[in-house]
């Protein structure tokens, strides 16, 4: 696969709150940094798009466990937990997409209650790259809406890592995104 300037980059959720020592960590959720930045390298080189989703929750949202939700407070608007992991090189130009900014609506894809689908089109973008934290949320949710809105998706299967809330959600997960019609692949596998 080469990347080109009708590719772009998705980097989802690579926050310290889903990193080890946050709030709702992934295991070995920071293991995806370096690898999603030689994904970012190889795009900037490419002329390719960046964007970079983030949860950016109020302090009372609706999938917090006090408000009866399954997750712990986690990524609240301008806290450190809602940071980007300080590894992750995040250029200056990049876009950022803020999700579940609303008290009442939960959102895991990047697509949900945003502009990501326009945003795209508009810049001509035709094939994504998707990858962070974690596959069996956030992520697969991104890929299989991105397949929706008739894209060519491929699952950074080396830059994303799943929470697992129960034995083998990430394994289940990619599968569920192959079969709808992602394509693996990893850093290795790119031309750029």
């Given at each position: 696969m080469e990347i080109d300037r009708q590719t772009a980059l998705i980097v989802v959720d690579v926050q310290?709150?889903?990193c080890p020592g946050?709030?709702?960590a992934v295991p070995r959720g920071d293991?995806?940094?370096p690898v999603l930045n030689r994904y970012i390298e190889r795009a900037q080189r490419a002329g390719a798009s960046?964007?970079?989703t983030r949860d950016w929750h109020p302090a009372d949202h609706c999938s917090f466990a006090p408000r009866g939700g399954p997750w712990p407070v986690h990524c609240v608007q301008d806290t450190a937990g809602a940071q980007f992991h300080p590894q992750l090189n995040v250029p200056a130009d990049a876009a950022i997409v803020s999700k579940a900014t609303q008290p009442a609506v939960d959102a895991y894809s990047g697509f949900q209650g945003t502009d990501l689908a326009r945003r795209l089109r508009q810049q001509g973008v035709e094939t994504l790259l998707i990858g962070g934290?974690?596959?069996d949320y956030c992520v697969k949710q991104t890929v299989l809406d991105g397949l929706k809105e008739a894209f060519a998706v491929y699952l950074l299967t080396d830059g994303?890592?799943?929470v697992n809330v129960h034995p083998d959600d990430?394994?289940?997960a990619v599968h569920e995104m192959t079969s709808a019609g992602a394509r693996p692949i990893?850093?290795?596998q790119l031309r750029a």
């Open positions: 310290n709150d889903f946050g709030s709702l293991d995806v940094v960046v964007y970079f934290l974690a596959t994303s890592r799943a990430g394994r289940r990893t850093l290795d």
